[in-house]
């Protein structure tokens, strides 16, 4: 098995580990607990290999009672249950830190510095498409990247699996590139001055989530119309959603500088 980069493989077991807290006051019987050990098992896996002592030493966790009695109780089960999640938890601690210590990248055979600007290689061919209440610009833009043959993740078009929206959001975040489409569908602006047309408050927070998780080689804004744009991103250039067109071309380009291959002809059939 080859073994994925290194970056990935802590975002990987890092999801899983913060999953954990969601999962306070279930029970292992529940269909929740039952997918999020799954998809522990598989990310466990995927990263260390199916003969690893990684994967036996995460599935050997006990999250329930091994003998029962006439006395057990409720609160016996539940207590298991939480024990199991805590070893759990600091399983995948000790996996991140043998990531951390041991672990060399594999582009430069060291280990790279934390500076926010991930390397661009792509992975997964997703971009996770940041939108507001304009949904024909977000269907435009949607099927363009699927005619480039990259997909799309759109939150709304995921299941939602009992999950909270911010656990929603985070699971589906692990994707190579985030595309914010700024529209005009809010106002606002400084007390006592005019309003000015503004993107929803999620579209900016995502678009902040995805600068802070990947840097700004991995996220671009598509802008459109006269909005304010927010200030800490002031100077940044950025996509004019354009009503010519040209969006596409500029958008082409910023993904292969991304490490898309992309055949522009394909578009334009």
Known sequence: MQRPRKNISIERIQKIRD??????????????FKKWHRDACVA???????????????????????????L???RDFQEAYEDGLRTAEAVLNSMIDEIE???????TGTTPATTGEQSQEVVTNEIFLIHGRDIGARETVAR?????GIKATILQEQPDESQTIIE?????????????????????GLE???LKPRSRQ???????????????????????????????YSGVLYIQFDESGRWKMDLIRELKSAGFEIDANRAFE
């Open 19 to 32: 999953q954990i807290y969601g999962l306070q006051g279930l029970r292992w019987s529940d269909p929740a």
């Open 44 to 70: 466990v896996t995927n990263t260390f290999g199916d003969s690893s002592n990684h994967i036996c030493d995460f599935d050997a966790i006990q999250y329930s009672l091994r003998g029962l009695s006439s």
């Open 72 to 74: 057990t109780t409720d």
């Open 101 to 107: 210590e041991y672990w060399e990248d594999a582009s």
């Open 144 to 148: 363009f990247l699927d005619t480039l």
């Open 168 to 188: 929603k959001f985070e699971r589906y975040t692990e994707v190579d590139f985030a595309l914010a489409l700024f529209t005009p569908d809010d106002v606002g």
């Open 192 to 194: 006592d001055n005019a």
């Open 202 to 232: 999620n579209v900016i927070f995502e678009f902040g989530y995805f600068i802070g998780k990947y840097g700004r080689n991995r996220v671009r804004a598509l802008v459109k119309g006269n909005i304010e744009i927010p200030s800490d």
